[in-house]
């Protein structure tokens, strides 16, 4: 029994905001972001906009796309790191906004590989036979958890969300394999320090600036290259396939060099991988979501062919899923 990807959609907040206006809250330039990450704009939602928002949007195109009744859906997994509070959960809340019935939900937290992790864990819900038809969505409002003074990190990341409908009957590309892991080892390499149980909020907490996204750019970069590298053959060795039978991949869009160098590693053409991300930039969980649907928007796709997904983030945690179209 395999996991059909009936339906998908996505969403960005209207406001756009690019280098040059970046520029003049923080010391950086057009010229220094898109020659180190590619990145020209990104998306930032407005303040009475929560994640919950974000990924409602998304999900009613998702809907719309699969054709399906909203009563139909039994599970609702939100892969988020900036849930609208530390709960209830994310899922909860879009289960009421969406008019959805007292179904299974919850968020699941593997930053920017969130999306992916939620394939996986679905696919295996579904193939239990307890749950038909998954809501799964990646959603972030990474605006909300960015330190806006800090030039090394803020001019990376991005807003936006991204749904899927996944059931395992009717017409649409399979997923045929997955691959998750983590290394759990260095933890502070990508992370928010405060606000969790282990650094409560508290002034000095607040005056230090630790409630935003902290990072160490230099080694997230080499470890993404290494693991997305190493989850995308290890993942098409487990399914009896090469490098050279993949038709696309759609990478995590963190930085263009990352996925260059991932390119170049895997021997698979560049012109093979779906890049968004001068627009978008790094939307954590909703990365692959939104660059999936506007690339099937573009009709990129055709029946048949081979689809690698493949993602890296926070924990660390990475994850890659097989598409047969
Ligand atoms: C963050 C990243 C773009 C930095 O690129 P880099 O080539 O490693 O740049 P460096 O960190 O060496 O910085 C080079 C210089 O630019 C400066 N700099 C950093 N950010 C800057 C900015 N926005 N504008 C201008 N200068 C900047 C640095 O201060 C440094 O100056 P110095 O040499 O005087 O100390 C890159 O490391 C990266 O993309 N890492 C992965 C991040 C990622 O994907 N995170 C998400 C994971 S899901």
């Known amino acids: 029994m395999k996991s059909i990807l009936r339906g998908i959609g996505s969403y960005v907040p209207e406001k756009i905001l690019d280098n040059k206006e970046l520029s003049l809250k923080v010391e950086t330039s057009d010229d220094w972001i898109r020659t180190r990450t590619g ?6 939602a407005a303040s009475d906009q929560p994640t ?3 990924a409602l949007n998304a999900a009613r195109k998702a809907i719309e796309a699969a054709q399906i009744q909203t ?3 039994d599970l609702v997994i939100v892969a988020t790191i ?5 709960f209830p959960s994310t899922a909860c809340i879009l289960q009421h906004k969406l008019g959805l019935g007292k179904v299974a939900c919850f968020d699941l937290e593997a930053a920017c590989s969130g999306f992916l992790y ?15 038809c998954a809501l799964v969505i990646g ?7 960015l330190d806006w003074e800090d030039r090394t990190t803020c001019v990376l990341f991005g807003d936006g969300a991204g749904a899927a409908i996944i059931m395992t009957e009717g017409v649409g590309p399979n997923l045929v394999g997955f691959r998750s892991g983590a290394d759990g080892s260095n933890p502070s390499l990508l992370h928010q320090p405060a606000g969790g149980s282990k650094q409560p909020a508290s002034i000095a907490s607040i005056e230090n600036r630790e409630h935003f996204l902290k990072m160490n750019g230099k080694e997230i970069f080499k470890s993404a290259v290494r693991v997305m590298e190493k989850a995308t053959r290890e993942l098409l060795k487990a399914n009896g396939l090469e490098t050279q039978d993949v038709d696309h ?3 995590h869009q963190a930085n263009v060099r990352i996925v260059e160098s991932m390119a170049q590693r895997l021997e698979i053409p560049l012109e093979k991988f779906f890049c968004n991300l001068d627009r978008h930039g790094n939307t954590s969980a909703a990365s692959i979501p939104i660059a999936f649907d506007e690339a099937c928007q573009r009709g990129l796709f055709r029946k048949g062919e081979i689809g690698v997904l493949v993602a890296f983030g926070a924990g660390l945690t990475w994850s890659a899923t097989l598409i047969r179209f």
């Open 39 to 44: 990145i020209r704009e990104r998306r930032i």
């Open 52 to 54: 919950s928002e974000l």
């Open 71 to 73: 009563d139909q859906i």
């Open 82 to 86: 900036t849930p609208d509070m530390a």
């Open 118 to 132: 939620s394939l996986d864990v679905a696919d295996g819900m579904l193939a239990s036979g307890r749950y038909k």
């Open 139 to 145: 959603a972030e409002k990474m605006s909300s958890i």
């Open 249 to 251: 991949v759609i990478p």
